[in-house]
């Protein structure tokens, strides 16, 4: 019985061919997404911006009344609170700032929060708490500074680790693909306002380990090739390392999303946003592996000869005698 394979043997796909068109797609939607998070931003979490978030379920409606929830926030007198719908319809999430002074005295904090759902429970019977959770404007900022440190620092980690493996120039391609994963990723919570918190620190750090995974295995068929066909143009040689390297591409990603979408339809509210990063990511990772770190080689001069070792003088004389030696 033969094995079913979803890419034949003898592909051949001149990926190569639209290396222009994707690289000014791809360079829009990159300046896009950087722009929407400058104007629009990202909708944080408590994780990152600190204070109170209550999420509350009305169990007895179809979709949960916004406006007059609030309007009987405000008037408990502790600010203007950010309402959003949380997962389904009659679902909600109430992110409110601390009250000044809490960092000094917790139970102000306690107080509002108990406030707010004693008030939420009075004006509407079928209001159910689903939990309430707190972070201080202090623990809030580390939070924030820590995670996107981690971001950058594991980038450059990456690519320095690839130089070393490689030459300078696969350091530099896989390092601007990662910029490239990162930004659409970061772009889709822009374009969404879907709720950016730890869980999504951590989704895009799965992002940058899968597109490094990914872009390893298409530089190293590449430095394979570089060595066997030293006379081949360099587009025809990294279209011929990308379609060796294609089936292994799409059947990792295929596994991968089929997964994701699994915990993205049937998963809980609370990693819904983690399900989400990560089948873009997926989708941006191995479109960046094929269509990024490959053609970046061309414009950093790589070429069929750029790692052959120059000979020097002293190797020239002594190949020269061994030479004539045969002779």
Known sequence: MRLLKFIPDNTNIRFLRWQWPTTI????????????????????????????????????????????????????????????????????????????????NSGLADTMSRRISAKLKADHADARIDGVDSVSGKVSGELGWTAFKSLGLAAIAISIYIWFRFEWQFGVGALLSLVHDVSLTVGLFAVTQMEFDLNIVAAILTVIGYSLNDTIVVYDRIRENLKKFRKMPMDALLDLSVNETLARTIMTSATMLITLTALLVLGPKVIFGFAAAMILGIFVCTYSSIYMAAPLLIWLNVSPRSFVPTESAMDRQERLARERGKA
């Open 25 to 104: 797609v791809s360079t829009i939607l990159m300046i896009a997404s950087w722009v929407l998070v400058a104007t629009v931003g990202l909708n944080f979490g408590v994780d990152f911006i600190g204070g109170q978030m209550i999420r509350v379920t009305f169990t007895q409606s179809a979709e949960a009344p916004i406006a007059q929830v609030r309007s009987e926030v405000e008037g408990l007198g502790y600010g203007e609170p950010i309402i959003q719908r949380f997962g389904n319809p009659n679902a909600i999430s109430i992110r409110m700032k601390l009250p000044h002074g809490s960092d000094k």
